[in-house]
């Protein structure tokens, strides 16, 4: 019984680490996200200004 509850402790220790790893992808991927926006934003506003 013992050994059954260690590993269903380990079970949810993993279980936490990956929901934790899936959290961080999606901030990373929403900050690239960001950042892209922000880099096209500032090649529009280049474009802009080669027209005036």
Do not use: W
């Amino acid at each position: 019984m013992e050994e059954a509850d260690v590993l269903l402790e380990e079970v949810e220790m993993l279980v936490q680490v990956e929901e934790k790893r899936v959290e961080l992808e999606m901030e990373m991927k929403m900050e690239r996200e960001k950042m892209q926006v922000m880099e096209i934003k500032e090649e529009d506003m280049e474009k802009d200004m080669e027209m005036e």
